[in-house]
């Protein structure tokens, strides 16, 4: 049995005085000692947390005994190390940030797209008037994608509202939205369903789920996360690389950010050019007074979160 677990997670669904219960869950995370990421925000849960396999089931059965986290699809991983540094619970506005947050407009939790499994997608990608729409990042399809999959020019989630203007071609087509583990998709669809788009699914628990129910066949490249893996393999079926390495150009899955904490631009980097350059994406950031030290993982907290949440 592999040391620790690492669990992606979201629901969305209403929490009353959600400041006081981010205060209270962060308390409840920090006693099974768990590390990682969780956003509370009025419409749910989003979270990315590691920690022993008992911890993580005790911190799984406790949600699920909640009847309004009942429905939690946890996506768990093994791993042979935290993947994180810190535990931090923060309340926000928003558990994904999209700009989208009238709940009269858009409202996952009560109309979003068909959610469809790994091998329906499989099935339903091949069909002539399906068009697979990723809503992730550039930084993000970049380094990984389905084949065939259309991509999106943003750098944010939040900009992809905007974006929908680019998608009117496309009404009349099924399309099928994918992220990382589900939850973009949820307002990404809601929002094509808003906007007059009439036949809209979505990759139900994202690549990550994908590639646990087919092998992550036709994935190309790997998949970007949001912990100290930085990007996971996807496909063992019939897997390639997409991403060149932004230095020398070569060919590289392997991903950093930037080591200047102004910059922390995300950029797939070979493991050569990484040393060479201290982790860093040019000779500018190399020489900035703050750059931080390169362990040859490319992976910091980000700027803003370097406070502790728990000591």
């Known amino acids: 049995m592999a040391q620790y677990q690492i669990l992606l997670y979201y629901i969305y669904t209403p929490i009353e005085e959600a400041e006081l219960f981010a205060a209270e869950h962060l308390k409840f995370c920090n006693s099974l000692n768990l590390k990682g990421r969780i956003i509370v925000a009025n419409e749910g849960l989003n ?17 699920k005994s909640e009847p309004r986290f009942a429905a939690i699809d946890f996506k ?10 810190k535990m931090h619970v923060r309340y926000k506005q928003e558990i994904v940030h999209s ?26 990608k ?10 992730r990042s550039n930084y ?20 992809f509202p905007e974006k929908i203007k680019e998608l009117e071609g496309l009404k009349g087509k099924k399309i099928i939205t994918y992220c990382t583990g ?52 996807i496909n063992n079926i019939n897997p390639k690389i997409v991403s060149t390495c932004y230095c020398c150009g070569k060919l590289s899955a392997r991903m950093i950010n930037c080591a200047n904490p102004e910059c922390n631009e995300h950029i797939p980097m070979c493991e050569e050019c990484g040393w060479e350059l201290k982790g860093a ?13 390169y362990d040859g993982t490319g992976y910091y907290v980000k700027p803003g979160l370097e406070y502790a949440s728990k000591k």
């Open 281 to 293: 994406c040019s000779s500018n950031c190399t020489s900035h007074p703050r750059i931080r030290v």
């Open 47 to 63: 979270g990315t947390v590691s920690g022993t396999p008992e911890a993580c089931n005790t911190y799984m059965e406790t949600l």
């Open 99 to 124: 700009g989208l947050r009238d709940p009269n407009i858009i409202n996952p939790s009560k109309k979003t797209g068909k959610h469809i499994d790994g091998k329906t997608f499989l099935d339903m």
């Open 182 to 233: 589900g939850i973009k998709c949820e307002k990404a669809s809601a929002l094509l369903l808003e906007q007059g788009f009439d036949d809209v699914y979505q990759l139900h628990g994202g690549i990550i789920k994908y590639a646990k129910e087919t092998g992550g066949e036709d994935f190309s490249g790997v998949c970007y996360v949001f912990d100290n893996r930085i990007t996971v393999p």
């Open 140 to 159: 993000e399809h970049g380094v990984g994608r389905f084949e065939g999959a259309m991509t999106l020019d943003i750098e944010n989630f939040r900009e």
């Open 126 to 135: 091949k069909e002539y008037d399906v068009v697979v729409l990723d809503v």
């Open 76 to 85: 768990v991983d093994d791993s042979d190390i935290h993947a994180f540094q």
